[in-house]
């Protein structure tokens, strides 16, 4: 156990659906970032958000958004579903997340959204 | 950008040891991660690698050479349970966003 929550842990809707996807870091744990795995894409990184503000921005769609709130858990919102949506959605958290300062991610049990 | 290059899939029987190697190239580099990940199931940290030379945990082991941009990781005396994917991951040169290799799963035969 990673100490990563995700809600929900599946997730069956329809094209043209919105969805939002809940992830709460690590006890003390300042950046939560959001990645997308895909069986034909792999693992990729959607965005990253450091207590509060958006840090550093992947290949995120234009009809996907996140935040992160006060308590410091972080909602991916992904509307306009296609059918390539589909995928495990991981989010991961750090204590740090500042440039130059690296350390260890650690990952949620991810959501699986399946698009219909 | 960033580029990595991994074996899609290798096989190995239980006892053996395995080497997964690992290509990248970055602008500005900032170490190497690896993760392991049993299907379905969330990534998990095995080892980071910011220095050349080799990196021993137990039955796991990381090598890293800079100049040549190359990593390996070496898995001994292979258990059942260590067939999972290996997944190779290195930093952006701002934040801590990481760029995954498309992972190679190693499977462990009796």
């Known amino acids: 156990d990673s100490g990563v929550t995700q809600t929900p842990k599946h997730l069956i809707t329809a094209t043209g659906q919105r969805v939002t996807l809940r992830c709460s870091p690590r006890s003390g744990d300042l950046s939560v970032y959001w990645y997308q795995q895909s069986l034909d894409q792999g693992l990729q990184f959607l965005i990253q958000y450091y207590n509060g503000e958006e840090r550093a921005k992947g290949n995120i769609l234009e009809r996907f958004s996140a935040q992160q709130f006060p308590d410091l858990h972080s909602e991916l919102n992904l509307s306009s579903l296609e059918l390539g949506d589909s995928a495990l959605y991981f989010c991961?958290?750090?204590?740090?997340?500042?440039?130059?300062?690296?350390?260890?991610?650690?990952f949620g049990p991810g959501t699986r959204l399946t698009v219909l | 950008g960033q580029n990595i290059d991994q074996p899609t899939e290798m096989t190995a029987t239980e006892g053996a040891i395995v080497q997964i190697n690992c290509t990248y190239q970055t602008s500005g580099f900032n170490g190497l991660f690896w993760y392991q990940q049993h299907a379905g199931e969330a990534p998990t940290f095995l080892s980071y690698n910011v220095l050349d030379g080799l990196e021993e945990k137990g039955r796991f082991s990381s090598f890293l050479s800079r100049s040549k941009g190359y990593s390996y990781l070496l898995l001994k005396e292979l258990q059942m349970k260590d067939s999972a994917s290996y997944l190779c991951a290195v930093p952006g040169a701002a934040g801590n966003k990481l760029t995954f290799g498309g992972g190679t799963r190693v499977l462990v035969k009796p």
């Open positions: 991961a958290s750090s204590s740090s997340g500042a440039s130059g300062n690296l350390d260890e991610q650690f």
